[in-house]
DNA sequence: TTGTACGCGTTATCAT
DNA sequence: ATGATAACGCGTACAA
């Protein structure tokens, strides 16, 4: 029945301390006697008092820099997380975040370099970017974080590089659910797979295919593996390197496809000969082209990873860092493997079905047409 | 460079008003001459004024109350959602929400019909149960909506009743997963599929079955469906009604266990004499007998619906109603399939790895010392 | 070693 | 229709 929760000033009222002790106390900023530490520490267990965050946030009035190094191109899974930044840019201005998203070439680690050299000029409190196996990357990033900026690798992570935390799924366990798949469906028959990657140097990349291998050669002996097709992420480059390969031989049974450039997969898929037998195909991330063709039948799983989840954890993590506080203990991502079945509908549509609690009242109303605005924005 | 977001009172003084004028405006209190409100917004558009929500939060200085109505009992699932939930209830306060977590008979829908008497005799702002397939039930949640407290369905929905929202997999899609699942294990061999539900009147369990149909029937002519058996989610119920079916007849080729009380199912696997094969076995959730049966290859792929996510889907859910905004549009809570290789980690490690931002200051120990004790208690 | 007082940005109330 | 101002709880600068 209480309504209102302890505050600072009960727990000095009931320790007979002033104020400011009790914030010594609490904050472990020292130079208290000790029998008033244990008072105060006393009274706090007694009142059951918690930190109230949204008035600690107040009181700092901090507005967080945080920077996402996003790599441009076709590439449609960046697309789509760029987006989804995007979308949340004005929500977490709401919390005092200033999210600054920034483009690269993809693979490329000396224009990352660069870049993380003007940003960190400009000031930031932390960035998130995708990582490359890659020494001077490792060693900028290890700058940064000399320098206070908290980093955490996105998607992909840097090898040897001390970044903060890495957020994203374990790849070498992606491969190997891909490899499981693709064995469950042979069903015991023959067969060869054909791996296409974007760059080996890409360590999500480069794991994803080992992952894949480990499986396939340990479970699954009468699945041979085909030498990999490296297509840099780029459809065309797939397409042109996919074509006499299925022109000339009839033996591949399977396609795991680790990284983009789909379209160019999916372009040689539908324009088979109808006498071929199209192969099992398992590719990454749902992006409108392989939902498409998920729902066509033209290829049988996406291995996802759940790019608004790594964001959402991402933001939380920066800032847990920023903050100096123990990062909340998020659930690690997981690749998840989808079927036509449980595709995720398009629009992102909740259960949620309107009420009388939501858009009724004056202040409901109110928000409404905040919130339209900023979407128009 | 701006390193302080412009505030209401910056707002007031571009528009040449005073700060309660801006404050009507934003808020839609009325009472304002046409012209202020549009001078109001332009300055609010050219400083890009965003609410700080910290700040607002503070000076209602509200504590939110919520109920969870979580069923007792030997199902393992419910138990971690227990669990979950009593994990969050620390953090959960810091942000001055105060959550009661209720037990209640399953599949009972008089008990929880009292229980929500009594509830919203003691003033709860909100409340999230496990829907039930019941008139009485309906009935109830109108009218605790009626007296404005927010009423959400979580796991399982309650058709018909006007809650305001749902929370959970689409247990349909999760039935026909589960079907694709058991029909590409199959390799296009006949077979005989056994379904176990805990109750047909838990519109989880009688839809989940239902969407297996679905999938089986149309796309698995080869696959026949076995009458199915009713265990409460009790394992003794089930190893009882399982032990004969498996003693008598050996043409069950796969079994799908929608709900609880799968000890029993795993019981009577694990004892299947040598020469009889087992039956491709799908369930539900990962518990602990379950994640162990994956492991050692008793089964063959677990459904979850991912019950972190759904509470905190929940709660910020129940929070936005009782602050009359408009519900974030949370991603749906997808059925996601686990294999042996990507069964997510036991202790729920989080990829972070120590570092310089985080545990070293003064702060960063105190942080640690209230999370700690937190812990313990 | 301990205590006081002000600022943070919003909401809500009271006065004009 | 508009304005002034006191909370809200925490962090911190400064005084004792």
Do not use: W
């Not at 930190?51 to 449609?76: C, D, E, H, W």
């Not at 490296?230 to 680790?258: C, M, Q």
């Not at 954890?313 to 100096?324: K, T, V, Y």
Request: aromatic residues 4%; negative net charge; glycine residues 8%.
């Amino acid at each position: 029945m209480q309504s209102r929760l302890p505050t600072l000033s009960d727990v000095a009222r009931c320790a007979g301390v002033s104020y400011a002790t009790v914030d010594r106390v609490v904050n472990d900023r020292g130079g208290v006697a000790e029998k008033s530490v244990i008072r105060v520490r006393k009274a706090i267990d007694e009142l059951g008092y918690v930190r109230n965050v949204a008035a600690a946030n107040l009181s700092q009035n901090k507005t967080y820099r945080f920077a996402a190094i996003i790599p441009t191109g076709t590439n449609q899974f960046f697309q789509q997380l760029r987006a989804i930044l995007e979308a949340e840019r004005i929500r977490l201005l709401a919390d005092r975040i200033d999210l600054r998203i920034e483009g690269i070439a993809a693979f490329d680690g000396e224009a990352l370099c660069e870049r993380l050299d003007i940003l960190s000029q400009t000031g930031i409190d932390g960035v998130a970017l995708v990582g490359t196996d890659d020494d001077i990357v490792a060693q900028k990033i290890a700058e940064l974080r000399s320098a206070g900026i908290a980093v955490l690798t996105l998607v992909s992570d840097a090898p040897n590089a001390p970044r903060d935390a890495y957020i994203g799924i374990d790849n070498r366990v992606a491969g190997q659910t891909a490899g499981r798949l693709i064995g469950l469906c042979h069903g015991g028959a023959c067969g060869r797979v054909l791996p296409i990657v974007g760059a080996l140097s890409a360590p999500d990349h480069a794991e994803r295919l080992e992952g894949m291998r480990e499986t396939v050669t340990s479970l699954y002996p009468d699945l041979d593996i085909a030498p990999v097709i490296i297509g840099r992420d780029e459809h065309e480059i797939v397409e042109n390197k996919l074509r006499p390969i299925f022109k000339n031989s009839h033996d591949i049974t399977a396609v795991y496809s680790v990284g983009g450039g789909n379209a160019g997969l999916l372009r040689v898929l539908r324009s088979l000969p109808d006498g071929q037998n199209r192969p099992i195909v398992v590719l990454h991330d749902i992006v409108p082209q392989a939902r498409e063709a998920l729902e066509d039948g033209v290829i049988d799983a996406i291995i996802d990873q759940r790019p608004e989840v790594e964001i959402a954890n991402a933001l939380s993590c920066l800032r847990s860092i920023a903050d100096r506080r123990i990062p909340d203990v998020t659930d690690p991502i997981l690749p998840t493997v989808y079927f036509k079945e449980n595709l995720p509908p398009h629009g992102r549509d909740s259960f949620v079905r309107p009420g009388h609690a939501v858009n009724r009242t004056a202040s409901g109303h109110a928000s409404k047409s905040r919130i339209l605005k900023e979407i128009d924005q």
